[in-house]
């Protein structure tokens, strides 16, 4: 097995207390109602805390699949949230498990910064190309950014 490590910012115009909620503590409930190719994310095991592991199907197109997603480490207090992609249809083949290691921390005008280690685990002899890794980091920066979005249209929320 094989480890390739990234680390990124990701900046937002939301304060970390809300941007965490959003994506931790309500991730379930949010996340359907606002990414089109989620359908759904329920609990399998646990209640939110660290061991939980969440069920989130995805459709993309005629296929429907879906990632078993283990909760790591939360601490509220600390805006940090480690999480683990541990399997699942939507697992690339080539990989065991991808984990993340992620914190929110102030940035200026009220505003956030999301700061994520991920690191890849590849299956045997696999390897994983710096285009995946760029792919992936874009995905998730477009889902910090369409949450951005439902935040700043939701200032109630």
């Given amino acids: 097995m094989g480890v390739v490590t990234h680390e990124y910012d990701t900046p937002a115009d939301v304060p970390p207390t809300r941007l965490f909620k959003a994506m931790t503590l309500d991730f379930h409930n949010l996340f359907p109602k606002i990414v089109d190719s989620i359908h759904g994310v329920v609990f399998i095991e646990g209640s939110g805390g660290p061991g939980t592991i969440k069920k989130m199907t995805i459709i993309e197109g005629d296929k429907t ?3 078993l997603h283990r909760v790591d480490a939360i601490d509220e207090a600390a805006y940090v949230y480690n999480f683990s992609i541990i399997g699942g ?3 690339a083949d ?3 498990k991808v984990s993340f290691e992620s914190k ?3 940035g200026s005008n009220g505003g956030s910064i ?3 280690h991920v690191q890849f685990f590849t299956k045997g002899n696999a390897t ?3 285009e995946e890794v760029k792919a992936n980091q874009a995905k998730v920066e477009g889902l910090v950014k369409l949450v ?3 935040l700043l249209a939701n200032p109630d929320y």
């Fill in 65 to 67: 699949k879906y990632v």
């Fill in 89 to 91: 249809t939507a697992l």
């Fill in 94 to 96: 080539t990989l065991e």
């Fill in 104 to 106: 929110l921390v102030e």
């Fill in 114 to 116: 999301r700061k994520v």
């Fill in 128 to 130: 994983f190309s710096e």
């Fill in 148 to 150: 951005e979005g439902y």
